[in-house]
């Protein structure tokens, strides 16, 4: 508050390049977040079609693989696994660092 009430223009800055951030991470990656709930229906649709063949050992096998599929995020890159709740994790800390900044000064 103090950064703000001493300099309004670099708190301003700090303000809309903390807002900026936020949005624009929302705006990249919200589409990707549909992915599993897609997943999911495919899933179910591939259910579908394996019952309708007669095949007992056939509609074994494809259950047991399209089970296999774990619809638990968005893989992003080959160590981070991004969730919903990964923008919150993001506002957090956007905020903490912006608030340390303004502390600092």
């Known amino acids: 508050?103090?950064?703000i009430l001493l300099d309004f223009i670099l708190g301003a800055?700090?303000?809309v390049i903390a807002l900026n951030s936020a949005a624009f991470y929302i705006l990249i990656y919200q589409p990707a977040f549909g992915?599993?709930?897609?997943?999911?229906?495919?899933?179910?649709k591939l259910k579908e079609l394996a019952c309708i063949s007669g095949n007992n050992v056939e509609l074994a096998m494809t259950l047991k693989r399209v089970n296999s599929v774990q619809c638990i995020g968005v893989k992003?890159?080959?160590m981070t696994i991004m969730h919903r709740?990964?923008?919150?994790?993001?506002i957090d800390a956007v905020v903490q660092n912006v608030l340390a900044l303004l502390i600092t000064y």
Do not use: D, Y
């Open 1 to 3: 508050m103090r950064l």
């Open 13 to 15: 800055s700090f303000l």
């Open 35 to 44: 992915i599993p709930a897609k997943i999911e229906e495919f899933k179910c």
């Open 76 to 78: 992003v890159g080959k």
């Open 85 to 90: 709740l990964s923008l919150v994790i993001f």
